[in-house]
């Protein structure tokens, strides 16, 4: 089920109400089987698959805390090794054998390339991996064994985060489940400001870049360098806007239920660098390669060279999670690289910088660095959303060729789209920037109540008005 749908639109108020008017004892069950529904709206048959993933992680669990010894590590690595093999089935079967064929073909053998009809279940390298913090951290002893099947089945299984997070720790959301969450208006209220901003994200900035970015990044020999730039720009924005409106919404959501989740974005692009770039967007995903693959890496290593291994690995196996294609590998691969390069550059710089006498704390370096990081990220994404090798050399080769300011694109969207695009994003900037230093939120509910709910009205009639409903997926569902 879409968040930007009408069905959901029925769905999450209707629930809401149940939820609420349900006695303490039923309200898992209920939210279990909400989720349940929430998600075989897609493909009612792909819900076997969570199933089956839920009962082996739940029944590992148990026993990585009831035995010692090497049995207490084959628990764990067999429910790694099921959990991914299901993964690896549905997301990375075709790729496999599509690159086995080839490489074989360069080798002159005779290996046919046999091309699995599977689709891809929604989300399944969300819960995968919130699946996996589970058993690590109760390997770890760092959470208690879930005893109770309708519980862990709810914390793998809970709809506002279930398709593409914030990825949560056992130790972050599990135990909510055992809470009476009681109705409060306060709460509530502060939940729909946050899913009011994440929908302005998505159907007014993401889904109306989209109809840009598509055109453009499609076909991309049919554009000229200015053309390329603008969608590259835009896709910049849509992406960021597609992916932290829907985590907006899942936090928002969430508290209405009455429930806490980790804050997946926090301004990305505003760092100064790619290694706070990687701190701040989508971090729950950049915390969990953290702890369970840099981190034992760099532990086993130790070494500048295994530094450089770890972060190139991490980075490489970051982008493979996003999607099998090659243009993911190599998006990972180029962040990897410029970690590093970040790195092993970062004196000689700020020699240059004493040099010049630019202060370290300075508004003038402040921006460099800013723009910089923007600039390079936004070569990142270029890799990203193209669908070849060859359309990301072409883009890059012809960024800064032809820029004809008469063909920016079509009529239809100069008109109609283009405004709308830039004053979306304009509206963006202006309340990160505002609540960076002041809550706005707070500043908002300070207003009486005449003037609050005619700025609530106005929002959702301004959405109304320059949204796109189209019921566009969300990018990163597809992961």
Partial sequence: MLFNSLTFALFFPAFCALYFLAPRQVRMPLLLAASCGFYMYFIPAYILILFVTIVIDYVAGIYIERVSGPARKAWLVGSIVSTCAVLFVFKYLNFFTENLAAVSHLLGWDIKDPRWNIILPIGLSFHTFQSLSYVIEVYRGHHKAEKDFVIYSTYVMFFPQLVAGPIERPQGLLDQFRVHHAFEWERVASGLRRMAWGFFKKVVIADRLALYVNDVYGAPQNFNGLQLSLATF??????????????????????????????????????????????????????????????????????????????????????????????????????????????????????????????????????????????????????????????????????????????????????????????????????????????????????????????????????????????????????
């Avoid at 980075?315 to 180029?334: M, N, P, Q």
């Avoid at 239809?412 to 505002?434: N, S």
């Avoid at 709910?453 to 189209?470: I, K, S, T």
């Fill in 234 to 479: 835009f896709f910049a924005y849509q992406i960021y806007c597609d992916f932290s409106g829907y985590s907006d919404i899942a936090v928002g959501s969430a508290r209405v239920l009455g429930f806490r989740l980790m804050e997946n974005f926090n301004t990305p692009y505003y760092s100064r660098s790619i290694s706070e770039f990687w701190r701040r967007w989508h971090i729950s995903l950049s915390s969990w390669f953290r702890d369970y693959l840099y981190d034992p890496l760099v532990e086993k290593f130790r070494s500048s060279a295994g530094w450089a291994f770890a972060i190139l690995i991490t980075f490489g196996v970051s982008g493979l999670w996003h999607g099998a294609a090659w243009t993911y590998v190599v998006w990972g691969l180029l962040n990897g690289v410029y970690l590093l390069a970040g790195g092993l550059t970062e004196e000689p710089r700020n020699r240059v910088y004493r040099a010049l006498g630019i202060a370290d704390d300075s508004v003038l370096r402040t921006t460099i660095r800013i723009m910089a990081t923007f600039g390079l990220t936004c070569v990142g994404w270029v890799v990203f959303r193209a669908t070849s090798m060859g359309d990301v050399g072409y883009i890059l080769a012809n960024f800064w060729r032809n820029w004809d300011f008469g063909r920016i694109g079509t009529e239809q969207f100069l008109l109609r789209q283009m405004p709308a695009a830039i004053a979306g994003i304009l509206v963006l900037e202006t309340v990160q920037l505002v609540h960076r230093r002041v809550n706005l939120s707070h500043q908002l509910l300070r207003l009486p109540a005449l003037p609050r709910w005619a700025f609530y009205l106005a929002w959702a009639y301004g959405m109304v008005l320059f949204g796109v409903f189209r019921n566009e997926q969300f990018i990163y569902f597809q992961f």
